[in-house]
T-cell receptor, first 113, second 114 residues
C-alpha cells in the first residue's frame, strides 16, 4: 500500500540554522504531497503542498520540491526560529475525491535560542 | 479564514461508556474525515464521508464506531463502548471539491479513557 517515511526525530537546532527533514514515499498512483505542522497543543495545519513532479511548495520560509525520480519531498528552511518548534508531518494522497491522507510518523523539531 | 472546529477539546470518559465527538466542517466543504493520533504515534485514518454516507473506512473503524451528519453543519464520531486503547487525539478534517484541494484539520479532541 501507499506509505510515507520520514526521518526519525527529535531534531534539535540552534536558531538560524538550516533545516532539512527528509521524506520519501511509495505510492501506487500519482500522489499529491503535503507537509502539515502541529504546534504544541494545537491541531494539524497545512504548511505546503505540491501536486505534480518538480513542483515546489513554499510557505513561511519553508520549501519542499516534489521529486518523482527519487520519490522524495524533503522539507527545508534556510534559517529556523524558535517559533518553528513543532512536529512536522509529511503526507500524501493518491487520486482526488474522498481518498484519505497517508501520514508519516512525524518529526519533532526543537529550535533553541 | 474558515476553520474546522471540534468540541470538546478534552473528553474524559469511563471505560465502557459511549462518547460523541463533534465537528463543524468548513461550510462549503463536502468531504469529511476522522483521523486519530495515539500519543507519540502517527496520524491514522479512521473514516471518510461524502454525500451522507461512508466512503471508506480503515480496520480501526470497527462496529464500535459510527459517524453521522445529523444536520447541515455538524459531523459526529460516536464510540459506542469505549476501551482504554481508544485514548487518543481525534482529528476531524474537511475538504472542498475541485482538484488537489487539501484537507483542513480541526484542533482535535483529546479523548482519555479511564
Amino acid at each position: 500500500g501507499d506509505s510515507v517515511t520520514q526521518m526519525e526525530g527529535p531534531v534539535t537546532l540552534s536558531e538560524e540554522a538550516f533545516l532539512t527533514i527528509n521524506c520519501t514515499y511509495t505510492a501506487t498512483g500519482y500522489p499529491s504531497l503535503f507537509w502539515y505542522v502541529q504546534y504544541p497543543g494545537e491541531g494539524l495545519q497545512l504548511l505546503l503542498k505540491a501536486t505534480k513532479a518538480d513542483d515546489k511548495g513554499s510557505n513561511k520560509g519553508f520549501e519542499a520540491t516534489y521529486r518523482k525520480e527519487t520519490t522524495s519531498f524533503h522539507l527545508e528552511k534556510g534559517s529556523v526560529q524558535v517559533s518553528d518548534s513543532a512536529v512536522y508531518f509529511c503526507a500524501l494522497v493518491v487520486s482526488s475525491g474522498n481518498t484519505p491522507l497517508v501520514f508519516g510518523k512525524g518529526t519533532r523539531l526543537s529550535v533553541i535560542a | 479564514e474558515p476553520e474546522v472546529t471540534q468540541t470538546p477539546s478534552h473528553q474524559v470518559t469511563q471505560m465502557g461508556q459511549e462518547v460523541i465527538l463533534r465537528c463543524v466542517p468548513i461550510s462549503n466543504h463536502l468531504y469529511f474525515y476522522w483521523y486519530r493520533q495515539i500519543l507519540g504515534q502517527k496520524v491514522e485514518f479512521l473514516v471518510s464521508f461524502y454525500n451522507n454516507e461512508i466512503s471508506e473506512k480503515s480496520e480501526i473503524f470497527d462496529d464500535q464506531f459510527s459517524v453521522e451528519r445529523p444536520d447541515g453543519s455538524n459531523f459526529t464520531l460516536k464510540i459506542r463502548s469505549t476501551k482504554l486503547e481508544d485514548s487518543a487525539m481525534y482529528f476531524c478534517a474537511s475538504k472542498g471539491t475541485g482538484n488537489n484541494q487539501p484537507q483542513h484539520f480541526g484542533d482535535g479532541t483529546r479523548l482519555s479513557i479511564l
